[in-house]
């Protein structure tokens, strides 16, 4: 299974990100860029604030930064060696938490939801750079998509109604994570286009 994966991130390196003003010419490069955002979204995704079974995390808003910076393919390849890395047992998870109990507790399908997150916000943000509503469209559409992920298996694995599940794991939740995507939407698109700078110009 790690073998399979680990060819499926290879592949997934090298596709181009249509859409997109990348300029990448160097499959260094491009695997410096994952490298640095799998270490941003390990860095933040610790860090949470416990009010519940379901933390308030930073996770999210590392994950909507990693796909303007890097693309929807490329975001998705940091997203499943972030999992992957947690899964060994490095603390990378909310509350610095990780290993497989992490994935099948209660919040297991929050994480495992950040990778159609990625999915579908990626195919936004690729393919509406530059207009800001339809990218926050498509990170709220993306989020959405987690929310239901991650509350069904925190209603199924906590023994929780659906009622009770949606006002641990959605409803706390809506506030922050729509500024969050606010955020992402204006500061990830300045990054971007500084780090396409930086980088297009030492090629």
Same mark, same amino acid.
């Given at each position: 299974?790690?073998?399979e994966t +680990?060819t499926?991130?290879?592949?997934?390196?090298?596709?181009?990100?249509?859409?997109?003003?990348i300029n990448?010419n160097?499959?260094?490069?491009?695997?410096?860029l994952?490298?640095?955002?799998?270490a941003? +979204?390990?860095?933040l $995704?610790?860090?949470?604030?416990? =009010?519940?079974?379901?933390?308030?995390?930073?996770g999210?808003?590392?994950?909507?930064l990693t796909?303007? +910076?890097l693309?929807m393919k490329r975001s998705v390849?940091?997203?499943v060696i972030?999992i /992957?890395?947690?899964?060994v047992?490095? %603390?990378?998870?909310? $509350?610095f938490?990780?290993?497989?109990?992490k /994935?099948?507790?209660?919040t !297991?399908?929050? =994480?495992?939801?950040?990778i159609p997150?990625v999915?579908i916000a990626g195919?936004f943000?690729?393919?509406?750079?530059?207009?800001?509503?339809?990218? +926050?469209? $498509?990170m709220?559409?993306?989020t959405?998509?987690?929310y239901?992920?991650?509350?069904?298996w925190?209603?199924?694995?906590?023994g929780?109604?659906p009622?009770?599940?949606?006002?641990? !794991?959605?409803l %706390?939740?809506i506030?922050l994570?729509l500024?969050?995507?606010?955020?992402a939407a204006?500061?990830?698109?300045?990054?971007k286009?500084?780090?396409?700078?930086?980088?297009?110009?030492?090629?």
């Amino acid at each position: 299974m790690v073998k399979e994966t +680990i060819t499926w991130l290879g592949f997934m390196m090298t596709l181009p990100d249509y859409g997109r003003n990348i300029n990448m010419n160097s499959k260094t490069k491009n695997m410096a860029l994952i490298a640095v955002m799998t270490a941003v +979204i390990c860095i933040l $995704g610790p860090l949470s604030i416990p =009010i519940g079974p379901v933390p308030i995390s930073l996770g999210t808003l590392a994950l909507y930064l990693t796909v303007y +910076i890097l693309g929807m393919k490329r975001s998705v390849v940091a997203t499943v060696i972030y999992i /992957l890395i947690g899964l060994v047992g490095v %603390p990378v998870f909310s $509350g610095f938490s990780a290993g497989p109990a992490k /994935l099948a507790g209660p919040t !297991g399908g929050y =994480i495992i939801g950040y990778i159609p997150m990625v999915i579908i916000a990626g195919l936004f943000v690729d393919r509406y750079f530059k207009n800001y509503l339809l990218s +926050i469209i $498509g990170m709220v559409l993306a989020t959405a998509v987690l929310y239901i992920i991650g509350t069904a298996w925190l209603a199924y694995s906590a023994g929780m109604t659906p009622g009770a599940a949606i006002a641990a !794991g959605v409803l %706390p939740f809506i506030p922050l994570d729509l500024v969050k995507i606010v955020i992402a939407a204006f500061v990830g698109s300045i990054l971007k286009t500084r780090i396409d700078s930086a980088v297009n110009g030492q090629s």
